[in-house]
């Protein structure tokens, strides 16, 4: 129930491009919350942000940007220095730079945390930072119907 939950939740706010902010920032500790600081309110960015840690037992963050090269270079600088501190990390490359990151990360205060970046490589960067209680969350999110 609650992935079915969360994936409409997250289709919703992408297709609608509405941005709620219910939460106090769960990354603070992350040099990539500079990333959602920064771009978070930019012309042009999508924010979402969920804390149903109490309620669903998960934190949902994400930012969309277009046609904001200052902010992808923001996100690869502070991915990489997050990067060291990664329990597990896959990356995709495309014409040898990196597009797609993942970044298993220490849990905190009984979550399991994840950041996922996507560069498309036209102007578009997408920036997820997910808190769960469940370690298997991105299984759920990305397992196919």
Do not use: W
């Not at 329990?87 to 990360?105: A, C, F, H, N």
């Not at 849990?107 to 370690?135: A, Q, W």
């Amino acid at each position: 129930m609650m992935n079915i939950k969360i994936q409409i939740l997250t289709l919703l706010f992408i297709l609608t491009g509405l941005g709620f902010a219910y939460a106090q920032s769960g990354t603070e500790d992350l040099h990539t919350d500079k990333v959602f600081t920064a771009y978070g309110k930019a012309k042009g960015s999508i924010r979402v942000e969920l804390d149903l840690r109490d309620d669903e037992g998960y934190y949902y963050k994400s930012l969309v940007t277009e046609n904001n090269q200052k902010a992808i270079i923001l996100a690869k600088s502070c991915i990489e220095k997050d990067k060291k501190n990664a329990k597990r990390v896959k990356e995709v490359y495309s014409d040898g730079k990196p597009t797609t990151i993942y970044l298993s990360l220490n849990p905190k205060d009984g979550f399991y945390r994840f950041i996922l970046f996507n560069d498309n490589g036209r102007k578009k960067m997408t920036l997820v930072y997910i808190e769960s209680e469940n370690k298997d969350i991105l299984k759920i999110i990305l397992k196919k119907q």
